[in-house]
């Protein structure tokens, strides 16, 4: 079979933010500092593409939160082994000197 | 949670207000999220939002913070709506897809028919359109960034097609603009080629030194010419040899390279093979052999034209720099050229043009763009009745799915959604039709070859299923699925929820407004069927006539074969004598009648030669210009061909140029020239030269079969010398044998001088109707084609149509009428299809039939053969597949038909 295309950076930090424990569309919200319009059709369309899968909390502690309960995503196989391919991506990039480009501290 | 328990506060109400709001914003939004996935996404963000809320409660860092949620409770429009457009759209495209697949499966005939009909009509367009590509990739095979090569044409105040001499192409690419990469010459060559066998005929370029470089071609061996090439110009001669010849005539030795090779009579040394895939850049050629042009001099022998600016003899690409347009290159050129025309008196009134290379009128670019053109109408026609066919079908299944339709309508499908389903059912068959007619395509790609003319130059067309290919491909079939889908799919989204849910499984009338649909497209169906049929019709009784067609001479059975002296390095009195040498050699071969040689052999294709001559005795009009063609024929040639000679006599041996200057007349000369006189003894005066006439022959056809009587001249081989000529034999029965003679004979006078082209005499007049030839079988397997499609269209509806009355019938039936009446009722309706489609396919094939009248032998536009025989067989094929399904209609049981109902 061929081999998927390289995942696209959003959708990389998204999983590896569910990787590192944030399993809510809030938490992943604030682990990567997407908004909730991007974070969760990303969600959807990384469940689809098999990386995550998807369920609902456990019922009784919602009723006991007095909430609905909440959708909970997991790192499926695929979905650990498309982030450490893309990971291993990102270290390959070497070490570059920005000073020449003149970036202001804020932008850097 | 204390808080709920405890009385509200002012700032607890506003924040549970708050909550209520973004609650709110999700409930709203309910609507906009597909579905199927309506519940799971209100419960995702309730769960979500609440979850926050009361996280941001427990911490409570101000009622901002809680605020700062509104933004994300938009977020979750934006996923329900992004919902919408991906997750619905996918499903409904798997969805339909697998109801289509069904279809298709559930129904196989139906499906058969509709992908081998699309198929067949795909499969004639993807086939002309390699052609097309084939031809017009041609010249740039094996050539790195061939889109940056245009073609750079010489051009006078009225012309546009000539080439450059050696010192302004040295010029121009001296005084080369900024827009412009590099400049390539070369000039076509055939050759006589010898190792250490027979000498034989090869094909090649004398090209310039930058040539290789900058078309990017490597070599597969050795080197090839590069610029140190063009300073050679005497001894030291190189050759560089085709990847094919290296492999046809060296069985590719890979010592090859360093072999001495002998050309034109001259020796060279042979430097590398150029890679398999570079074929030269003659159009449609593929080229054995590439020698510099700086020795062009010792390789012609026609004096130095490297030196002189007169004479334009050299073809010129030029390599654009990347990015830069024809037009600027063109203004760029334009200056340079002014600036040669001011400089040398040579180039007074020269300018230049530049061309794609397709359309390069030095390269005959017009012409071949519009016989394609043809060829693509052609075809498009063929899948335009395809579709006609497969829209037909469809609107045939749409109305027994009428009822399918309305109860989806009631139900709440929307007609956009309706289109897109049966939408995508026609794109399934058209997909499957492609992939047959790329099938079909793959098949037949190579009968191009039978289109090529038999002339004695390799050209090579081979077309393959390249990307561009594919892509046209693609094209064809999406737009045969907008030709043959949308009309049925719009007509079968509109019907009538009430009505069609009242109707029965058959009514005694059939739907008024999808029947005439059809109908119309069985009309256009048959209407241009019959155009392409007449059409062929026409081409198929001129190729008759031209096969009956009296060309003038009697030989059937003969030899026909090339010889060029020059090459072998003959001057004029040496080369008088070989040909003596060799017609007394010829003539006294067992099974020889007669042998002679001519210029040039009637009805070959190339131009004649004229002369502008002036006739004693004959005044002409004001502005009459004599204008007279003719041949330089050998002695015998009369004879030879079995031309009857009406007076006088025949060249002989003896006409040499120390003789008196005589000619032979046609009827035709003799007539119009002679009015009242004895031609015999008549003068001509050609140029400063003055000719008497010592016999006149039998008008005959000399370039074209189509041609009318024209006047002609014979004039004698010796006292007009050229050192090219063909070798005509005259054999007593088959010529089996006779051209392994001549090679011997010739071998024998001079091993440097090759025959080639030999062919007999019937090949050859192949070559005369072949132009008719090509046509007719084009126009005719085409023209076949549209029939089967039409008859396939009529059938169909008819048994559609039929099937749709089934209970009328049944009633009428009941009701007393015999089979026979059945019979007739049936076929009275296809009938009368099929007379509306003929008589607009009469109109049209009236007003197209003109376009191409040039063309036809002895036979008028109006040709009643055509025209009747092909209508007769449209009816009879009409009546044939109308009456199977009239008659499966008269075997109705009325019981049957009307329990039905």
């Not at chain 1, 979905?79 to 391919?85: I, P």
């Amino acid at each position: 079979m061929r081999k998927p295309p390289p995942l696209a950076f959003g959708h990389v930090s998204i999983l590896h933010a569910v990787a590192d424990g944030n399993r809510f569309g809030f938490d992943i919200m604030d682990a990567t500092g997407l908004t909730s319009g991007t974070v969760y059709p990303t969600l959807d369309k990384l469940e689809s593409l098999g990386y995550l899968a998807s369920h609902w909390e456990d019922a009784r502690v919602a009723r006991r939160d007095k909430r609905p309960p909440r959708r909970y995503f997991d790192l499926t196989p695929a979905g650990a082994a498309a982030l450490a391919d893309a990971l291993k991506r990102y270290k390959n990039l070497k070490p570059v000197s920005l000073a020449a480009w003149k970036i202001r501290p804020s932008e850097a | 949670m204390n808080a709920h328990d405890e009385p509200r506060s002012r700032p607890e109400r506003r924040r549970s207000r708050l909550l209520r709001l973004l609650l709110g914003i999700v409930d709203a939004g309910t609507w906009l999220a597909p579905e199927s996935r309506r519940r799971d996404w209100r419960q995702q963000w309730r769960g979500d939002l609440m979850h926050e809320w009361q996280r941001r409660t427990a911490h409570p860092r101000g009622l901002g913070d809680r605020a700062s949620l509104l933004p994300h409770a938009a977020g979750a429009l934006r996923h329900a709506f992004w919902l919408r457009m991906h997750v619905r759209r996918l499903e409904m495209i798997t969805q339909d897809l697998r109801y289509g697949w069904r279809l298709m499966v559930r129904k196989p005939a139906f499906t058969a028919i509709a992908v081998l009909t699309l198929g067949l009509g795909i499969g004639a367009n993807v086939t002309m359109f390699s052609w097309i590509d084939a031809s017009l990739r041609r010249q740039m095979r094996g050539v790195a960034y061939p889109e940056r090569f245009v073609a750079l044409n010489g051009t006078t105040r009225t012309r546009a097609d000539l080439g450059f001499s050696y010192p302004d192409f040295v010029d121009y690419r001296a005084q080369k603009p900024d827009s412009v990469d590099d400049l390539v010459a070369f000039s076509f060559a055939p050759m006589n080629l010898r190792t250490d066998g027979d000498p034989q005929r090869a094909f090649g370029q004398l090209v310039s030194g930058n040539y290789f470089g900058a078309l990017g071609v490597a070599p597969a061996l050795g080197r090839l010419l590069g610029p140190e090439d063009d300073r050679v110009r005497d001894g030291g001669a190189v050759a560089v040899l085709s990847h094919t010849f290296w492999q046809r005539r060296f069985g590719s030795d890979p010592a090859v390279v360093g072999r001495p090779v002998t050309l034109n009579g001259r020796s060279f040394t042979i430097i590398g093979v150029a890679p398999p895939a570079f074929r030269g850049t003659e159009p449609y050629l593929s080229l054995d052999v590439w020698v510099p042009l700086a020795i062009e001099a010792s390789l012609i022998g026609d004096g130095d034209r490297l030196g002189r600016r007169g004479v334009s003899w050299l073809e010129v690409l030029v390599k654009l720099k990347p990015g830069v347009t024809i037009a600027r290159a063109q203004r760029d050129l334009d200056v340079v050229a002014a600036g040669l025309a001011s400089a040398y008196p040579q180039d007074l009134g020269r300018g230049v043009a530049l061309f794609e290379l397709w359309r390069a009128p030095a390269s005959g670019g017009p012409m071949v763009a519009a016989a394609m053109g043809v060829q693509m109408a052609v075809a498009g026609v063929v899948l335009l009745i395809a579709c006609a066919n497969v829209a037909n079908l469809l609107i045939a299944r749409a109305a027994g799915r009428r009822r399918e339709t309305a109860v989806r309508l009631s139900l709440g499908a929307s007609r956009r959604r309706l289109v897109q389903q049966l939408l995508t059912e026609s794109t399934l068959l058209a997909t499957a039709g492609g992939v047959v007619g790329l099938g079909l395509a793959y098949v037949t790609k190579d009968a191009v070859r039978w289109f090529i003319p038999p002339i004695p130059v390799p050209v090579v067309i081979d077309p393959s299923l390249n990307g561009s290919v594919l892509v046209f491909a693609l094209i064809a079939t999406v737009a045969s699925v907008v030709a043959f889908g949308l009309v049925p799919a719009l007509q079968g989204s509109l019907s009538s929820v009430a009505a069609a849910l009242k109707e029965a499984a058959g009514t005694l009338t059939a739907s008024p407004r999808s029947g005439r649909v059809r109908q119309a497209l069985v009309i256009v169906q048959v209407a241009l069927s019959l155009m392409l049929l007449i059409s062929a019709g026409l081409f198929m009784r001129s190729l008759v006539k031209a096969q009956a067609t009296d060309p003038g001479f009697s030989m059937r059975t003969g030899v026909l074969a090339s010889l060029d002296l020059l090459p072998a390095g003959y001057d004029q009195t040496r080369g008088s004598a070989f040909y003596r040498d060799l017609l007394a050699r010829v003539r006294v071969l067992p099974g020889v009648e007669a042998a002679s040689t001519a210029a040039k052999v009637p009805l070959s294709f190339g131009g004649a030669g004229s002369f502008l001559v002036k006739i004693d005795g004959y005044t002409p009009a004001a502005n009459e210009q004599i204008d007279v063609w003719y041949n330089r024929v050998g002695s015998d040639y009369l004879k030879t061909m079995g031309i009857p000679l009406l007076a006088g006599r025949e060249f002989t041996d003896r006409d040499t140029p120390g003789m008196p200057a005589v000619a032979i007349a046609n009827e035709t000369l003799a007539r119009r020239y002679f009015a009242g006189r004895d031609p015999i003894g008549g003068r001509v005066r050609i140029g400063t030269t003055t000719v008497e006439i010592v016999g006149v022959a039998r008008d005959g056809k000399y370039q074209l079969i189509t041609e009318s009587p024209r006047p002609f001249l014979y004039v004698p081989a010796p006292q007009w010398y050229r050192p090219d000529s063909v070798l005509i034999v005259r054999t007593a029965g088959s010529p089996a044998g006779m051209p392994a003679r001549l090679h011997d004979i010739a071998r024998a006078l001079d091993a440097n001088v090759p025959l080639f082209d030999v062919r007999t005499t019937a090949q050859h007049l192949e070559i005369a109707t072949f132009m008719q030839r090509m046509i007719a079988t084009l126009l005719g397997a085409f023209g076949a084609l549209a029939l089967v499609l039409a008859t396939v269209g009529l059938y169909a509806v008819i048994a559609a149509i039929a099937a749709q009355r089934t209970p009328e019938i049944g009633m009428r039936i009941a009701l007393g009428a015999t089979p026979r009446d059945i019979v007739s009722l049936i076929l009275r309706q296809g009938l009368g299809m099929t007379a509306s489609g003929i008589a607009i396919g009469l109109a049209g094939s009236l007003a197209a039939t003109r376009l191409f009248r040039s063309l036809l032998i002895g036979v008028s536009t109006t040709d009643l053969a055509s025209f009747g025989g092909t209508t007769f067989l449209l009816v009879a094929v009409a009546i044939a597949a109308a009456y199977i399904p009239a008659r499966r209609a008269a075997a109705t049981d009325p019981i049957e038909a009307l329990r039905t109902e």
